[in-house]
């Protein structure tokens, strides 16, 4: 996997936007961009993934750069319940990739404080 | 959405003993699952990996014989964790692959070996 560069921490008003950086400047053709959370002491979350196209869901927005060097998580209005460390990891997709099941390895992530 | 079971969510065990984790795919079939430990406020660790059917994949400084790994059915892997110490205290995630969906995580047990 490439490795992936976030700040390690950001604070946020609760009810505006909260958005992520995420550079991966190394990232391979075949690699998906994907974001997880982890709320405290909780499994990580699944919350979008984009190999080249801006996603949305009910979750969040994921903006990459034309030359897919970097991404933005977007979460639009956000609540204290989005209080959590988010992870952006880069990836080639199982069944993409011949020999089995591909690892998701973790970086630092950045943690994100929603405040009142 | 897709859901991993994972079993207990909290075990204190005596050191010496031996502890069985479970996680179950609830939804899906997970041809391979992974297990990470988190120490506190550091980042997920990838430990194994599973493969239905075949030997765990041991990443590089985790004791294949300490944490026996089994993953008998498409929708079952358990990680013991054999002779417990106070330093296997931790956080264990499994996590179920989906390809293109990314992985789905299960809720974690946090061991405590007292």
């Known amino acids: 996997d490439a490795k992936t560069t976030q700040p390690p921490s950001m604070d946020c008003a609760e009810g505006r936007a909260a958005n992520l950086p995420c550079n991966h400047s190394t990232i391979s053709g075949n690699e998906y961009v994907y974001w997880y959370r982890q709320i405290h002491s909780q499994g990580p979350q699944y919350i979008i993934h984009?190999?080249?196209n801006n996603e949305t869901n009910e979750m969040a927005s994921l903006i990459i750069t034309e030359d897919r060097k970097s991404s933005t998580l977007i979460l639009p209005h956000a609540t204290l319940r989005d209080t959590a460390v988010y992870y952006c990891?880069?990836?080639?997709?199982?069944?993409?990739?011949?020999?089995?099941?591909?690892?998701?390895?973790f970086g630092t992530g950045t943690q994100l404080k929603v405040e009142l | 959405g897709a859901v991993v079971s994972q079993h207990p969510s909290r075990v204190i065990c005596k050191s010496g003993t031996s502890v069985k984790i479970e996680c179950r795919s609830l939804d899906f079939q997970a041809t391979t699952m992974f297990w990470y430990r988190q120490f506190p406020k550091q980042s997920l660790m990838l430990m194994a990996t599973s493969n239905e059917g075949s030997k765990a994949t041991y990443e590089q400084g985790v004791e294949k014989d300490k944490f026996l790994i089994n993953h008998a059915s498409l929708t079952l892997s358990t990680l013991t964790v054999t002779s417990a110490h106070p330093e296997d205290s931790s956080f264990y995630i499994c996590s179920g692959d989906r390809g293109t969906y990314g992985y789905t995580f299960g809720s974690g047990t946090r061991l405590t070996v007292v």
């Open positions: 984009g190999l080249k």
């Open positions: 990891i880069v990836r080639v997709p199982t069944e993409i990739l011949t020999g089995g099941g591909n690892k998701l390895t």
